[in-house]
T-cell receptor, first 113, second 112 residues
Framework: SQTIHQWPATLVQPVGSPLSLECTVEGTSNPNLYWYRQAAGRGLQLLFYSVGIGQISSEVPQNLSASRPQDRQFILSSKKLLLSDSGFYLC????????????FGSGTQLSVL | DQQVKQNSPSLSVQEGRISILNCDYTNSMFDYFLWYKKYPAEGPTFLISISSIKDKNEDGRFTVFLNKSAKHLSLHIVPSQPGDSAVYFCAAALNTGNQFYFGTGTSLTVIP
């Protein structure tokens, strides 16, 4: 069966520090991969999605970037965190075909102080 | 620009009664719709989905209705149980299967 791993679960970082969140998927090949953010009191905002290695689409301009160095690995990064980057970050995957579900990881609570 | 909207941030329902959660969307290209349930500090979990070729899909206590002409969908939970208390997100996907857009969520509280 397929599983998705996301870490760390909680992260407290100072403003201006770098960020690296990692997500891996097991049990499937060539998944679509996604990064979402849930800011306090807000919905789930799509940040990035990827349909293959090295293929990244960005939905919103921001201080963050994403990379997909391997088929089942998706990384969210920042060179210098801002206070506004605080939020709950979720990695997700789907099979990429029509009418397929999206499966989420357990999330990372990022606090930028 | 919010393409999927849930206009009710919260809803309270008595145990055993019906919970109705609503969702509106603006993009007529959306082809597939989903509902997710989320507890605090956890990832959302899939509840039920519906394709645009249908107007109703039922799974146990959960039923999703789709009105394409109104660009509106709703989730009915009958009967509501205290364990249903969570934040519910509706989502819409384009027919490419690559992008999923979520609403802002509705926090459901089922009162025992």
């Amino acid at each position: 069966s397929q599983t998705i791993h996301q870490w760390p679960a909680t992260l407290v970082q100072p403003v201006g520090s770098p960020l690296s969140l990692e997500c891996t998927v097991e049990g499937t090949s060539n998944p679509n991969l996604y990064w979402y953010r849930q800011a306090a009191g807000r919905g789930l905002q799509l940040l990035f999605y990827s349909v293959g290695i090295g293929q990244i689409s960005s939905e919103v301009p921001q201080n963050l970037s994403a990379s997909r160095p391997q088929d089942r690995q998706f990384i969210l990064s920042s060179k210098k965190l801002l206070l506004s980057d605080s939020g709950f970050y979720l990695c997700a995957w789907s099979a990429g075909s029509l009418n397929e579900k999206l499966f989420f990881g357990s999330g990372t609570q990022l606090s930028v102080l | 620009d919010q393409q999927v909207k849930q206009n009710s941030p919260s809803l309270s329902v008595q145990e055993g009664r019906i919970s109705i959660l609503n969702c509106d969307y603006t993009n007529s290209m959306f082809d597939y719709f989903l509902w997710y349930k989320k507890y605090p500090a956890e990832g959302p979990t899939f509840l039920i989905s519906i394709s645009s070729i249908k107007d109703k899909n039922e799974d146990g206590r959960f039923t999703v209705f789709l009105n394409k002409s109104a660009k509106h969908l709703s989730l009915h939970i009958v009967p509501s149980q205290p364990g249903d208390s969570a934040v519910y997100f509706c989502a819409a996907a384009l027919n490419t299967g690559n992008q999923f857009y979520f609403g802002t969520g509705t926090s459901l509280t089922v009162i025992p």
